[in-house]
T-cell receptor
């Protein structure tokens, strides 16, 4: 059974800092890994999706890397801003085939607070 | 990107009543939709996989008679919480799978906040 762990559980930083959020997963047979943002009481916003064959994806100040063999992904946020404050979730999707196909397993999330 | 809507966004009901939540894919057809629930300060837990034209597949520990899922068309899945109790209060989120293009992607709805009094 796939297990996804995110470290740290919470992070508080001053504005302008570069920061790294970590995600690890136990089963490396994945189809892709996705990072989401969730604001309080809201749904999920997809930030970056990395296919299993890819090493990283970038969007603006966000960069996500994937090391499938070691079961790790990191989300790098450059020059953090108060508007980045939210919960960040990573989720993995298993490889094709079997009853788990298409199902996402989520980590517990990292609660990020960026203060002015 | 593709849009998935949920209705209602928020519902308050009395204990013992049933509540229906709709999940719609607005600009693509979704043969598969997923239903998740999220307790406060916790992550999303998959409840069931909804397949168009067939019975839903429930995750271990989820009561299928309690959480009725109907995927009657390629753009609509509904989740009915039957005889709701306060412990059913939660945030329910659906996702719809778009497998039409080269990238097989899931898109998430905005969620429904259910409060059972």
């Amino acid at each position: 059974k796939q297990e996804v762990t995110q470290i740290p559980a919470a992070l508080s930083v001053p504005e302008g800092e570069n920061l790294v959020l970590n995600c690890s997963f136990t089963d490396s047979a994945i189809y892709n890994l996705q990072w989401f943002r969730q604001d309080p009481g809201k749904g999920l916003t997809s930030l970056l999706l990395i296919q299993s064959s890819q090493r990283e994806q970038t969007s603006g100040r966000l960069n996500a890397s994937l090391d499938k063999s070691s079961g790790r992904s990191t989300l790098y946020i450059a020059a953090s801003q108060p508007g980045d404050s939210a919960t960040y979730l990573c989720a993995v999707r298993p490889s094709a085939g079997g009853t788990s196909y298409g199902k996402l397993t989520f980590g517990q999330g990292t609660i990020l607070t960026v203060h002015p | 990107g593709a849009v998935v809507s949920q209705h209602p966004s928020r519902v308050i009901c009395k204990s013992g009543t049933s509540v229906k939540i709709e999940c719609r894919s607005l600009d693509f057809q979704a043969t598969t939709m997923f239903w998740y629930r999220q307790f406060p300060k916790q992550s999303l837990m998959l409840m069931a996989t909804s397949n168009e034209g067939s019975k839903a597949t429930y995750e271990q520990g989820v009561e299928k008679d309690k959480f009725l899922i109907n995927h009657a068309s390629l753009t609509l899945s509904t989740l009915t919480v039957t005889s709701a109790h306060p412990e059913d209060s939660s945030f329910y989120i659906c996702s719809a799978r778009d497998s039409s293009g080269s990238a097989d992607t899931q898109y998430f709805g905005p969620g429904t906040r259910l409060t059972v009094l």
